[in-house]
DNA sequence: CCGATCAAAATTGTACACAATTTATCAGTT
DNA sequence: AACTGATAAATTGTGTACAATTTTGATCGG
């Protein structure tokens, strides 16, 4: 059989265990339970089962070597984060995500990325700006290269280095969460396609940037707000278009 | 890459679940987890188990007339909520929450706060304004009495309406999670004794509602943060002096 | 009398068994 | 041949048993 599960799978940013706050448990005496939760979690946002796909106890448990209790555990947790659907003796399915709940996630995600930017405006030390600006304008290079996926890669280490600026272990939880359910359906959606928005974003990074030197924290707040409201747009009408012909077949 | 699972797509039925730890649902043909899961949360804010107090599984067993299994399931929920912590082979303890702790979480409720005032200016109607306003009145009258409990009755109640009018299902569902968790340490510590605030933040309601009036998102999420902020300080404040007294004892 | 070491008890982590419910199969009837 | 109903299989929900670890308690030595 196929290990089904990499073991080296890069969890990068949903180091934090759920909205706990982040006891950034070392990876040695993880109970059963937090590392199937771990793995289970990783599994379903990297989009390897299909939305709204039943997933029978008994395959998993063969799949992650484990018995039910564990397993079962596990999946309390993620229908708690939103991932998992639990039917009453119906078992659990992957969460479908709505053309309208990506809307939601999308928007409180630019709440809390509003929240970070403010904070980290209180907070940032300009080594940390310095680190940030050095990160834009790497962006900017693949920007000019138009490589999408460079672009992205160092967008989300932007963010993410905001976050971290806001020094809120209780943000940085939350916003690990939604960015979480987010990405399992940028996993199976490519976001490419966004030319005329691209440099709309980009433009709008200069000024999250410049606000970020002036420590402007309201302004940022609002900015990094409504730059997510941007992104929502182009990603809920990527969802509109990509999803129907994902679910067309019948 | 696995086929695995089945492409059933027959799921529809939206269950009303918690999408991040939202507590509210059907009381009707709730598993015992469910309902465990509600019970054990409400009985951990209203602050029945000590700060960092071992909680024996054997003792809630008795007490919930259940069996093991369902209770640590609700365990593990309540830790990814952050309400309790799981210490490996020790048992679970009410997480203890620290001056930065408490800090930390209500500056994310002001960063949702906000974003459930910009996001209410899109879509509130004349209807729910004015039952704000009504409220705001009510409310005013609770601080001419000096009638502290009141006043804070009307004034969760305010907030609660705006979250509603945002319209957004996962804001709701994480806004109820933090302020569970603040709950419960403003249900041990009486918030009383802040008269000098209290004028101060009536004046702030009365901006909150004037820029809710006039749909101003932007303003409105500023105004908001800022207000909790300010209630940050005070209870930050607060814990620090009653704090102390409280976990004398030990 | 106090502290350390080891045995006993208690508590937690996991597996498994059984009951309840759902899903699938298969007659029989129209 | 399609539909309805009953029965069988499978799956989920909950309780309990057992192993591993921690906490408690007692004996021994200083």
């Avoid at 930017?117 to 940030?132: K, Q």
């Avoid at 806001?166 to 959606?189: D, Q, T």
Wanted: with cysteine; hydrophobic share 40%; net charge neutral.
């Amino acid at each position: 059989m196929k290990p089904l599960i990499p073991d080296d799978t890069t969890s990068q940013a949903l180091t934090a265990q759920a909205l706990g706050g982040g006891p950034d448990r070392a990876r040695e005496d993880q109970s059963l339970h937090d590392e199937t939760l771990t793995r289970l979690r990783d599994y379903i946002v990297e989009g390897s089962i299909a939305e709204g796909g039943r997933v029978p106890e008994r395959q998993l448990c063969e799949m992650l070597k484990i018995s039910r209790t564990p397993l079962r555990e596990a999946l309390k947790v993620l229908a708690s984060e939103g991932l998992v659907e639990l039917l009453p003796n119906r078992g659990a399915r992957v969460r479908p995500l709505s053309e309208q709940d990506l809307g939601e996630l999308f928007d409180v995600m630019g709440g809390l990325e509003g929240l970070a930017g403010r904070l980290a405006c209180e907070h940032i030390t300009d080594a940390e700006i310095a680190e940030i600006e050095r990160l834009h304008y790497e962006m900017y290079g693949f920007y000019l290269h138009r490589d999408m996926h460079g672009y992205f890669h160092v967008n989300q280490l932007i963010h993410q280095k905001i976050v971290e600026a806001s020094r809120n272990a209780a943000l940085k939880s939350a916003y690990a969460n939604f960015a979480g359910r987010i990405r399992r359906v940028r996993y199976s959606a490519n976001f490419a396609r966004k030319r005329e928005r691209w440099g709309e974003a980009m433009r709008e990074h200069e000024t999250i940037l410049d606000a970020l030197r002036r420590r402007a924290g309201s302004e940022l707040s609002d900015i990094l707000f409504k730059h997510l409201r941007n992104k929502r747009t182009a990603a809920v009408e990527h969802l509109k278009t990509d999803g129907m012909a994902a679910s067309e077949p019948a």
